[in-house]
């Protein structure tokens, strides 16, 4: 049995091959770099702490991860709304990687779990099957045995008559 470490370091490693975070990991990163830019071109010059694409990225990587340092703030209206667009876009980044983590970490406990549902879904379906063969098979030789009953139960009262006659 593996130890639950282990299974940790495993799924993580996963992670790294997944195309979904990658995917993401690029997005997010080339989102960065295109709103540290326009944050840079719309800033520099109002914003005395916004001399270089360096500082335009720090400012969007503290922002987009919403841990905002407050070293550099934008001072100009539309460098507030990049910023906001920013935070809503890192919110979004953010949850997205949190699913994907959830789904490697977790999803292969989901798979299996589905699996095994499936199999005890077939057993349940087959013996519900197999049941109401029995029911049928049970209602016939019922039947039969009514039937029989009803025949003994016929001549009975026919030798009854028969014996009533003779007295």
Do not use: C
């Not at 995917?23 to 080339?30: E, P, R, S």
């Not at 987009?64 to 979004?92: E, H, S």
């Amino acid at each position: 049995m593996r130890s639950g470490f282990r299974v940790f370091v495993e799924r993580f490693i996963y992670l790294f091959k997944t195309v979904a975070f990658w995917f993401i990991t690029i997005i997010g990163n080339l989102g960065v770099v295109i709103f540290a830019f326009v944050f840079l071109q719309l800033e520099k010059g109002h914003n005395p702490k916004v001399i270089e694409l360096g500082d335009a990225i720090w400012w969007a990587f503290t922002t987009i991860t919403t841990v905002g340092y407050g070293d550099i703030t934008p001072v100009t209206l539309w460098g507030r709304v990049i910023a906001i667009v920013l935070m809503i876009f890192g919110t979004g980044l953010f949850a997205t990687y949190t699913a994907i983590f959830a789904n490697v970490m977790l999803g292969r406990q989901f798979l299996t779990i589905g699996r095994r549902v499936q199999v005890l879904k077939r057993n349940v379906e087959g013996m519900q099957s197999s049941l109401h063969r029995e029911d049928l098979m049970l209602e016939r030789e019922l039947a039969k045995l009514n039937k029989t009953l009803t025949i003994l139960n016929d001549r009975m009262t026919s030798l009854e008559e028969r014996n009533g006659e003779k007295k």
